[in-house]
Nanobody, 120 residues
Framework: QVQLGESGGGLVQPGGSLRLSCVAS????????MGWYRQAPGKERELVAA???????NYADSVKGRFTISRDNAQNTVYLQMNSLKPEDTAVYYC??????????????WGQGTLVTVSS
């Protein structure tokens, strides 16, 4: 069993910043990738940023230069630093992890989501 715990969402004014955190816990042997997706009302869930072991980070074009993803492997934690936020960044942000468990199972796990609202 593997769980993801997210924190850091909230209300921020346009141009402001927020930092999201996500901690993976449970029967983890290794984590191949961690990332963030978002879903705005009436839209499909989309990739925001992900960081893959041995490859590095990748970003959606809409957030390049504004968002930074980072990972603490020792703590099984991924962060998303969001700067210069825009109203169109408003969405529920979901943490995602692709893990190998201690019994050699490959799992894709989702967090419960955290709401980010960018509004004046």
């Amino acid at each position: 069993q593997v769980q993801l715990g997210e924190s850091g969402g909230g209300l921020v004014q346009p141009g402001g910043s927020l930092r999201l955190s996500c901690v993976a816990s449970g029967s983890i042997f290794s984590i191949n990738a961690m990332g963030w997706y978002r879903q705005a009302p009436g839209k499909e869930r989309e990739l925001v940023a992900a960081i893959t072991s041995g490859i590095g980070p990748n970003y959606a074009d809409s957030v390049k230069g504004r968002f930074t993803i980072s990972r603490d492997n020792a703590q099984n934690t991924v962060y998303l630093q969001m700067n210069s936020l825009k109203p169109e960044d408003t969405a529920v942000y979901y943490c995602n992890a692709r893990v190998v468990t201690v019994i050699n199972r490959f799992l894709e796990v989702w967090g419960q989501g955290t709401l980010v609202t960018v509004s004046s």
